[in-house]
Nanobody, 122 residues
Framework: VQLQASGGGLVQSGGSLRLSCAAS????????MGWFRQAPGQAREFVSR????????YYADSAKGRFTISRDRAKNTVTLQMNSLKPEDTAVYYC????????????????WGKGTLVTVSS
């Protein structure tokens, strides 16, 4: 089972990036998928998650209005469109998958991917 994140990079403040996470090794039907991030010297924090159908999305306050999560069930991928990026968004972003809807950010996830680095310059 593998979650492979991609799309990170260096962007100026106010710019945009699109992160993608490709799941392989099993079907993630019924799994919620989402994103966390970890800034240097800080704990990992929840960013967003989306349901299997893509119809239910939830965002951390820091992401609301700027980030959009979406899911392609046919391709087994989840995407995080990040707009109006700020220097404080600089972090390693991790993809995750879990069967439960609740508790994201408060417990471990069923599956984790390796991170992708996002750097926002001021």
């Amino acid at each position: 089972v593998q979650l492979q994140a991609s799309g990170g990079g260096l962007v100026q403040s106010g710019g945009s990036l699109r992160l993608s996470c490709a799941a392989s090794g099993r079907t993630f039907r019924s799994y919620f998928m989402g994103w966390f991030r970890q800034a240097p010297g800080q704990a990992r924090e929840f960013v967003s998650r989306v349901s299997w159908s893509g119809g239910s999305a939830y965002y951390a306050d820091s992401a609301k209005g700027r980030f959009t999560i979406s899911r392609d069930r046919a391709k087994n991928t989840v995407t995080l469109q990040m707009n109006s990026l700020k220097p404080e968004d600089t972090a390693v972003y991790y993809c995750a998958a879990d069967l439960e809807e609740t508790g994201w950010g408060k417990r471990d996830m069923d599956y984790w991917g390796k991170g992708t680095l996002v750097t926002v310059s001021s």
